[in-house]
């Protein structure tokens, strides 16, 4: 079933929808008939299911899935553990993507509850949530809490992954295009990273990694979690 799911995510990858979709349902029934209709192994080859969904518009289906992944999570590992946070997470971005952005919030909210009490406020992963958290304020312009979350998630990712890293980069730029938005543009020209920096046609700096408006929904943040979700049989 491990190998059918990262064949499946393959084939999401690839643009393959139909495929990775009917591979994604073979990995779940396999886990299923195996162990049972809420063995936690199923959750990753839902949330899997759930990006094929998400990819193909169906975001109805996308989050029923979610939501029955959540439960499963919830009820076999216990609300605090990691496992529910990488569902939270996804159902974050599925609400933040849709204009949901209430139940957006309170889904990273909960997200950043769980990760730092189960792994640690200096978490690689508590970085990347308060990173989606600041993104999801930038949108719906909550100008005050975006700078603070911003600048703990740069601390935590270079701390944790290197300041060199990607993800460090996406949240630099962020910072910088925050310092624009207040006309701060010393500030911004020193946050955006020298690889990052340009200027544009007005002459002010721009950024070219800043998020879209609205995030894809992917299964990369807090996948590390999976580790802990325990198995069923191949």
Known sequence: ???????????????????????????????????????????????????????????????????RALAIAEQTLGPGHPTVASVLQQLGLLYDWEGRYEEAEAAYQRTLVILEGALGPGHPDVGRTLQSLGYLYRRIGNRADIEPLLRRSLEILIATV??????????????????????????????????????????????????????????????????HTPSAPA
């Open 1 to 67: 079933s491990g190998t059918l799911a990262g064949l499946a995510e393959a084939m999401r990858a690839a643009g393959r929808l139909e495929e990775a979709e009917a591979l994604f349902n073979e990995a779940t029934e396999a886990i299923a008939s195996a162990a049972g209709n809420g063995h936690p192994g199923l959750v990753p080859s839902l949330r899997g299911l759930a990006s094929v969904f998400r990819d193909q518009g169906r975001s109805r289906d996308a989050e029923a899935i979610l939501e």
């Open 162 to 227: 290197g300041p060199n890293h990607p993800d460090v980069a996406a949240t630099q730029s962020n910072l910088g295009v925050l310092h624009q938005w207040f006309g701060q543009y010393g500030r911004a020209e020193t946050a955006f990273p020298d690889s990052l920096r340009h200027t544009g046609a007005d002459g002010t700096l721009a950024s070219t990694v800043a998020p879209p408006t609205r995030p894809p929904l992917t299964v990369r943040q807090v996948d590390s979690h999976n580790s």
